[in-house]
């Protein structure tokens, strides 16, 4: 090991007492051993990080699997969306650079910092303990979102210290405003042995903010108890309660629901603010025509909402965003998932079980037992699914599902295809929404660049089409546009983060009628295309004007 000379060329040798311990021994090792990892990182341009002394969210621990972290010598401990800081050994190893361009190759940008060979191989026991295997969800943020939350949340570490001299009424404000602003959805106060673990749910993803001393959070815990009417003198069984407070201008309404756990009670914290949904569906990439349809799906009563495209188009995200749109605590709200891959408060989320016979239609048939408002289904894979959904939506049910298709359109022929016939189809759509990822350029690094001849006369008769379909759209053929370059920002890829390419098909009665009259997919198009629909391409083209994303990126994602 290296850290042995190096305590004799830094002439520390003399301090070890003749007496040392193994234990005093190992630990000025450690000592010496994360000063050299601070140093080196220094000499690199790199952060340094004391890993075996960092609290590390096991929810991302699934982002690299165990055998990889121990073999590479990495740890991602820290994770806003896509971006992750990652704690590394020895950079230039094959290994290590293989997991990190892995990584990368999967979306993430990454920060690496720099750790101690012992600090990390404290840190990866964590690995058997902590890990589960989870799947993760598409997150759709940018660059600057991405940096406001950071800023945000390190002002909420130092919060922490602001939040002793006040009264638990002005703490849980702080805490409550903090949320806010770095647009989290839940707040979650986990008491532990020692102290209480406050996180927050950050687009789809807990994030520890801060711990707080027991004292402080049995004030802050009774002030919770208190303004959600809940009873103040009893904590060993489940209560919810609800409050709300208003912050520039807008109310928000706070779901409470207090658990029992070994340590306490758990508190989940839930933050409905009713202007969030409308700016989520913006985030995702929805705009014009797309949007209002989406926006509306909240005010259905029954009907079949169907999120199509390829694996890895973002159709679970939109699902979920609409699930959260729906937003009323009044509405029952059950889904069938396999798997479940995003964890939502105050929602039944059950999981299929082939094994034993709880597959999609079975589940399904058990869920309307229930009697729900709202059911979210998974995936439709055959015919039973698809027939029980189509009955559940017309018997007063809102059907949320995905299904593999190209297009919109295309969704009507493939549902014919398993079996459904035109007479269920046609009374059951309301929406169908098809969609694809388009990887936006990274706005640090991006440049412009000219475009060719034959790529203007595209996009003009593009251009004309979109003015034809959509009157009012508002672009014009650019000169230039985005080229991606690569910068640290970034990882060198010239991107940063995705964005849904849309198109949307609201299914009103002149598409349901060609529908039973087995018209063809051509008039279906044609008809939809008279009610505004862009084709994703359509939609796409629109984006890379706006230089969110380029146009070899539209290109790619119509050939995927
Ligand atoms: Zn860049």
Known sequence: MSDIPQIGTQGTTGTVPIHSTDEAMEKINREMGEKTAFEEAKNKGMGYINIALTPINPDILYLVRPEIAKSAQILP????????????????????????????????????????????????????????????????LDEETLEAYEKEIENLTQLKEKLKDVTSEEALNYINVGAIKTGASDIHYQPEEKNVMVRFRIDGVLQEIFRIERPLFENIANQIKYKAKMKLNINNVPQDGRFSFVINKRKIDVRVSAIPTEFGETFVCRLLDSRRSAFEYDKLGFQGFALDHIKKITKLTNGMVLVTGPTGSGKTTTLYSILSAFNNPEKKIITLEDPIEYNLPLISQSQINEKRGYDFANGLRAILRQDPDIIMIGEIRDLPTAETCAQASLTGHVVLTTLHTNSAVETIPRLLNMGLPPFMIAPTLSIIIAQRLVRRVCPKCGVERKLLALEKQELETAIQNIHAVSPGTKITLPEKVKKPVGCPACSHTGFAGQIAVVEVLRVDSDIKNLILNGASTAIIFDTARKKNMLTMREDGLMKMIEGITTLEEVTRMMAA
């Not at 293989?98 to 026991?125: C, F, I, P, T, V």
């Open 77 to 140: 401990f820290f994770r806003i969306g896509k971006k992750i800081r990652i704690a590394v050994v020895k950079p230039e190893n094959q290994l290590t650079e293989q997991a990190l361009q892995d990584l990368r190759n999967r979306g993430y940008l990454l920060n690496l910092n720099l750790a101690s060979e012992s600090g990390m191989k404290e840190a990866l026991k964590i690995y058997d303990t902590e890990y589960h295997e989870t799947h993760e969800i598409e997150n759709v």
